[in-house]
């Protein structure tokens, strides 16, 4: 039955999106950080990464991820899952993101004290420990330009391949973060 209900509310989620003409990539985004008892798949975060270098794009995603990232103690997978988002977008989007997650600094770093409790089990601990970390990069101009070159180096691995048999790689062109 709990089955049924969710994949009924996944279905009028869907439909709402459609009906109001919410733009894909917020569809995308939403998707990526939903309720799920999964985690944001690689595919979806290199997705919403290569969108941020898109100029109409970026505000549509930041926009999501921050009213995500605020959502209530119930939907601490919403908060979760945007902050993997936001720790994979500051090591492989654009250099925007970087700016507009620090100008966000408080509002992650008020999620060092998130408390929620589910079926006896302490699960805003992942949420704090995520908040740490993200904090801790964004606090860290050498390390971020360490781990942006790492992901840069990672990806022009795998240009080339891809699970529908084309071509990929590309967008993400000569990163100067940091003056570097």
């Not at 939903?34 to 985690?39: I, T, Y």
């Not at 975060?45 to 970026?58: C, G, P, V």
């Not at 860290?140 to 360490?146: G, L, T, V």
């Not at 022009?156 to 529908?164: P, R």
Request: hydrophobic share 30%.
């Amino acid at each position: 039955m709990s089955n049924m209900l969710t994949s009924v509310k996944q279905a009028y989620k869907k439909g709402r999106d459609i009906a109001t003409n919410a733009p894909e990539i917020e569809r995308r985004v939403k998707d990526a950080t939903s309720n799920e008892k999964w985690g944001p798949t690689g595919t979806q975060m290199a997705d919403i990464s290569r969108a941020t270098y898109n100029f109409q794009e970026f505000p549509l995603i930041m926009s999501v991820i921050w009213k995500r990232i605020n959502d209530p103690g119930k939907y601490w997978r919403h908060v979760y899952k945007s902050l993997l988002l936001i720790d994979y977008l500051v090591r492989n989007g654009a250099e925007n993101v970087i700016r507009d997650c620090r100008a966000h600094v408080i509002e992650i770093q008020t999620l060092t004290e998130f408390q929620y409790i589910e079926e006896d089990k302490d699960v805003g601990l992942s949420v704090r420990e995520r908040a740490k970390a993200v904090i801790e990069l964004l606090h860290d101009d050498k390390r971020i330009r360490a781990e942006r070159e790492k992901a840069k180096t990672n990806k022009d691995k795998y240009v080339g391949i891809s699970n529908e048999g084309g071509m990929g790689g590309g967008g993400y062109g000569n990163d100067s973060y940091g003056g570097g």
